[in-house]
């Protein structure tokens, strides 16, 4: 299994109603089949953070 190398940089974009996003770059979204409207868990583990998209979002609760 080959890992794709993530940018060194992503960038944060503020919203107009003061969210904070990452801005991933389209080819990485493309080779993780990640879509907008996808659900993706993040864990932080020392200073990595782990991205995984949940497969299945049903028993999914967004926390606000």
């Known amino acids: 299994l080959e890992q794709m190398r993530m940018p ?16 991933f770059p389209l ?3 493309e080779e993780l089949g990640w879509r907008e409207g996808d659900i993706v868990d993040w864990r932080v583990k020392g200073s990595t953070v782990i991205l995984s998209k949940v497969n299945d979002p049903e028993g999914y609760v967004p926390v606000e």
């Open 8 to 23: 060194d940089i992503l960038e944060v974009v503020e919203t107009s109603d003061g969210d904070f996003l990452l801005k």
């Open 27 to 29: 080819e990485l979204c």
